[in-house]
Nanobody, 113 residues
């Protein structure tokens, strides 16, 4: 199971930190990621961190968002700075631990202009 938290309402230019804690995963984690889905749009990758610690970001968030993970707690974090109204979406945590793929329940981030 994945438990995501940290969403909320923030003004443009503000910051939020999302957290995702995993439990009950019995296979080796290959990667953890954050996706988001805005109203009327497809779900898109925001950031992914590999088992080795390298991070891939969507171009739209580079320089503003930072993803990290805590291997001891099996948790991932997304520090979001300089938020824009276009960042408004439901953010989902994703864990790939082959052969399983897990999704969190989503946490809503709303950025007001």
């Amino acid at each position: 199971q994945l438990q995501a938290s940290g969403g909320g309402l923030v003004q443009a230019g503000g910051s939020l930190r999302l957290s995702c804690e995993a439990s009950g995963i019995i296979f080796t984690i290959n990667s953890m990621a954050w996706y988001r889905q805005a109203p009327g749009k497809q779900r898109e990758l925001v950031a992914r961190i590999s088992s080795g610690g390298s991070v891939q970001y969507a171009d739209s968030v580079k320089g503003r968002f930072t993803m990290s993970r805590d291997n001891a707690k099996i948790a991932a974090y997304l520090q979001m700075n300089s938020l824009k109204p276009d960042d408004t979406a439901v953010y989902y945590c994703n864990v790939i631990a082959l052969p399983t793929i897990s999704w969190g329940q989503g946490t809503l981030v709303t950025v007001s202009s």
